[in-house]
């Protein structure tokens, strides 16, 4: 058949050609549009926390114009270990945790977590008046006037919260769970305060807030007047004191029982001594701060916060050592002076780390140096950004490779042109693969720093399903050059990577363990096989997406080709069916090991091998779609395209396998984190898929309908 | 007619063989399967599992739909079907049924363990801080899921006489030689509503009562989520066995702080309600329940048991320890730690466990074997094939 067309058609329609023939699975729009639209669903209610990052950015180009605050270097007291949740950590993760919980934010306006950290444990009465705490819903119930970040400080938050203090109360005794997400909110509020308040209150037993003015009081406690002097140096005139004021107190009874006219007033000497005995008084309040847990325990693997070591008289000349640390410390950051804080910092940690070195004789600085870097590497959003980089240059490869081939005529390199197809596909195949590296890099940190296999919770299951998908595209690209592996590869990292920022834990990802799970022999063994199992599944999900893709496109002229058996409708759809078929035989193959290990776990610990609890349901629900897909596929009425289509449905029976079964709450492995606006983002992937599914088919049914009728005519 | 018969059964193992068949089957037992997680939500996991996946028969709205069971045994006559063909035994289809054969022998097996099981929970107190006293031995499991009723009487209660729930039946006559009366059950709850009688209540005249159910009354209430928590309950009438006449009409639940006594011919009988108790062959004491946690942190790192085991060779007991994902083994039980209360004022230290004897354990680590090794086998069959299909545009 001969066509005449214009040149200039030709030109476009070789570009055509070009993008078809290689978007292979020219799913790859489809594909990514579906999955999108899926995380928009999903991240869309609480967009804010997604913005985390974007803000973050926004705020560096602020700090760059605030540079002149920063005074004072963090690196030494980022790193100074705290006990906290179940292990030791860097302040900096300590900071950041809280940070986040308080604000949702990883910054505070142009403050690192640990740069807040520091004020709010150093000069705790300039963090009080600090916008920090983050309100959704409860602008109307505690009165505050609506602000554009909705950040309020501990003061506003503090004064607020006694106005509704009844119902606070009420809230806190009720079932949690039968709240709704306003008074869940109030109640994570006061509670969340009260933390505040605590880590705030952590030093105060340095802070000189004691000052005797009056010279009779000074002399009879023997101290210096008007030198001002902390907590510790209080203490210790505290039985002196109670003799003045006893001493006062009897001597106003007597002369009173003497002469009942005798002036009843104190003296300013005696006012002084009892608003110091008040002050003490209030400062013993303090005593129950005992978040910020940053003196080794000595003869326990507990550690203590210094009050806390006060209150239980867990003294020793070490931690008096550490003590006095950390009150010159308090008075670098007070006067502001950089370099005695680095030189005290540094010391404050050698000093921390030999106590603690001598209890457990593990050398934790290269640890929290670790986590530290972790922390400020952020190893899977790099990864992400370069799988977004990936992509661009996927999608832009035609238009690419045509610049290329122009310049190369100008420069007299026509052949083969200055940027061809393979050259695309090394930067694309360099891109996913640095992002590989960067995340297995992340996952192998964690791995080092909790000390147990990589998959224990569901933000860790995101990330290892995803490093896993990701390989097997970049295989595929590396092996079959089509950019199928690249569509792979791409659309799960970035999609996966975003669902991976937004369920980190609340505040902390790095948890300790249940006792149930507290076993790294099967953590290694059934958690890391059914994880593959999923990412098996979704890789062949995929694959079958795609399939049907170009079932759908390819299906005007699907007949001809195959009888042609010309190569590409047919080799392709054919090498993708068998792909997706292989894939399908080792996600069962991967499900079943998984599940069974599972129930060989169950057994051992529960002395049961199957119970029918939803998590189990949800993996034996994969295995069965997936047996059923592979009986229904040799039984004569399923077709190629109609299995393919049972395959898409795959990622639905993942999802709810894998996301779903977690939003029922019940049984044993209901330990997974997922919170109702979940669900929103669940019906929305599923409605997506299904239309998918309904599309292609009716799509691709017309289609032969029509082309059987022409067919009949002929 | 021979050879008729023989093309005819062939023709029948070809379409049990078919995968139509088990496509079929698999689709209801994923339906079944979705519903019944749902419901797990509503009516409890233990429920549910009796409702969808314990039993045969489905009832839901009056209509009677095959249950997991039923499906699973069309599937194992459909696998039955297809491996009992010369032709399923070809070297290439070699793992393919391997495969049918492992889950042919799981499910089997499974069926076979569920009804070989013996499973309950041991509730261990510790007496005393002070480790000289013996705390209580336990030589009994116990079934939350099912009730008894215990009427005993004479000098230490010498005489007694165990009722199982599935004679507590409404209508049914419960009785034994030895007894004078028969007890007739009026009413059964599997989990009871109790309430005060007040005096606009309907319920007639407090005389036709006897004891505790002059003052209160027991009705029905939805099961608890968690099955375990659901307290049974029962009316009862005693009728004399000679007169014939009602000797009084009485109101029982499980664990009840009053124990209900009944009095005939100069005998006091006392008759109560408990959790249906398995005796076992050891004996089970608590010397120390301990929870430890991750440091600074309120998060449980791991539960542990210290047990004496009695046995009837043994004069003392043998110290034994269990822990969270580290049970005991002994003879064909094992004992895991499932369950805790913490000494409170008023309630002592609980240890709760499970026993659990199970003849056929290996079954479905042998089954595993089987069918992991026939997928792989499969698979290596397969895949390179499925691979080897290329074309380069």
Known sequence: MTINIMTRNKINLSIYHNLYSRFNPLGICVIGLMLLGMSIISVASHADEIDADALDALDELNALNALEIRQLDYSQFALLPVQHQGRIKPLDSFARIHLKIFSHRNKLGELDAIEWLAEVILSPEKSYNRPLFKIRNLHGILQLPPKEDNLYSFYQISIALGKQQQLVEELRKSDYSQLTLAQQELVDLSYNSLVFFDISRSLSLFTPIFNIEDARLASYLEITENSPFNYLDAIKLNNRLNQFIEETLRSKQDSRAKDPSSPADFTATEIAALAFANLLGTLNNDKKSFLLKVLPGQWSSSWTSPWENIDLGDGSPDIARLFALWQELLEDYTNGDNEKWVTTSELLLGETLALYDSAASASPQWRLKLELFYNNARLFLIGMLLYMLAALVAIASPLIERIGKRIGKRIGKQKHGLINDYKIGNLILAFIGGGIITQVMGIVIRMIILNRPPVSNFHESLLFVMVIIVAVGYGLELVKRNYLGTTIACTSGIILSLLGFYYQGQGDSMQMLIAVLNTNYWLATHVIVITMGYAAAIVTSILAHSYLAKYVLHQHKWHKRHKLASGLGRGQAEYLYNYMLGGSLIALFLMLLGTLLGGIWADQSWGRFWGWDPKENGALLIILWLILMLHARITSSVTPHVFAAGLVALNIVVVLSWFGVNLLNVGLHSYGFIDNNALLGLFGFIGLEVAYIAMSLGYGASCELQSSRTGGRA | ?393
């Open chain 2, 1 to 393: 007619m021979l050879n008729n018969l023989i093309i005819s059964i062939k023709s029948i193992q070809a379409k049990l063989a078919s995968p139509n068949l088990v496509a079929l089957a698999l689709l209801w037992l994923i339906v079944l399967l979705i519903f019944g997680t749902l419901e797990q939500k509503f009516i409890g996991l233990y429920a549910a599992q009796q409702k969808y996946f314990s039993s045969f028969v489905l009832w839901q709205w009056g209509f009677a739909l095959p249950a997991t069971r039923s499906v699973l045994l069309v599937i194992c006559v459909g696998i039955v079907a297809k491996i009992s063909q010369w032709a399923a035994w070809k070297l290439h289809k070699l793992g393919n049924s391997l495969v049918h054969v492992g889950v042919l022998f799981l499910l089997a097996g499974t069926l076979f363990n569920t009804l070989n099981k013996q499973e309950g929970y041991l509730v261990l107190q510790k007496e005393d801080a002070s480790p000289s006293q013996k705390s209580p031995i336990r030589e009994y499991m116990e079934d939350y899921y099912a009730a008894e009723l215990v009427i005993m009487s004479g000098e230490d209660n010498i005489y007694s006489h165990v009722f199982k729930q599935e004679e507590l039946i409404p209508g049914s006559t419960l009785t034994t030689p030895q007894l004078a009366f028969n007890i007739v059950i009026d009413e059964f709850f599997t989990n009871v509503n109790i309430e005060r009688v007040t005096a606009t209540d309907e319920q007639s005249n407090p005389n036709d009562y006897t004891g505790f159910a002059k003052i209160f009354k027991l009705s029905d209430k939805k099961s608890e989520l968690n099955g375990e928590e659901n307290l049974s309950g029962a009316y009862f009438t005693v009728i004399d066995k000679q007169t014939r006449k009602p000797i009084g009409k009485y109101a029982i639940f499980e664990n009840m702080p009053i124990i209900q006594s009944i009095t005939h011919a100069d005998l006091v009988y006392q008759i109560i309600m408990q959790p249906q108790r398995t005796p076992l062959p050891f004996g089970v004491g608590l010397i120390d329940f301990s929870v430890d946690y991750h440091p600074a942190s309120e998060v449980a790192s791991g539960y542990k048991s210290e047990v004496l085991v009695y046995d009837k060779k043994f004069t003392s007991g043998q110290r034994a320890v269990i822990e969270m994902n580290e049970p005991l083994r002994y003879k064909d039980w094992t004992l895991y730690q499932s369950a805790f209360n913490q000494a409170e004022q008023g309630s002592k230290e609980t240890s709760i466990l499970v026993a659990v004897k199970s003849s056929g354990r290996l079954i479905p680590y042998i089954a595993g074997l089987i069918i992991s090794f026939g997928l792989l086998l499969h698979i290596f069959v397969r895949l390179p094939r499925l691979l080897r299909i290329t074309s380069k545009p």
